[in-house]
């Protein structure tokens, strides 16, 4: 039998500056997977990472 899944979701990660700069390095749209705890973190998380299609480090915010 299946256990119940618990708190813990994947999602997944996006970069904010992709979707805007047509002067990136490279196409393509930066991100990341990672999980987070659904009682203590409700709101969308935004975390700053390292895009390689911008080569800096820049926002990215939770997607569904």
């Not at 749209?29 to 990472?49: D, I």
Request: proline share 3%; net charge positive.
């Amino acid at each position: 039998m299946a256990k119940n899944k618990g708190v813990r979701l994947v999602i997944t990660l996006e970069c904010t500056e992709c979707r805007t700069n047509p002067n990136k390095r490279t196409n393509g749209v930066s991100r990341y997977s990672t999980m987070k705890n659904r009682r203590n973190t409700t709101a969308r998380l935004e975390l700053k990472k390292f895009c390689p299609h911008c080569n800096t480090h820049t926002v990215h915010k939770e997607i569904k």
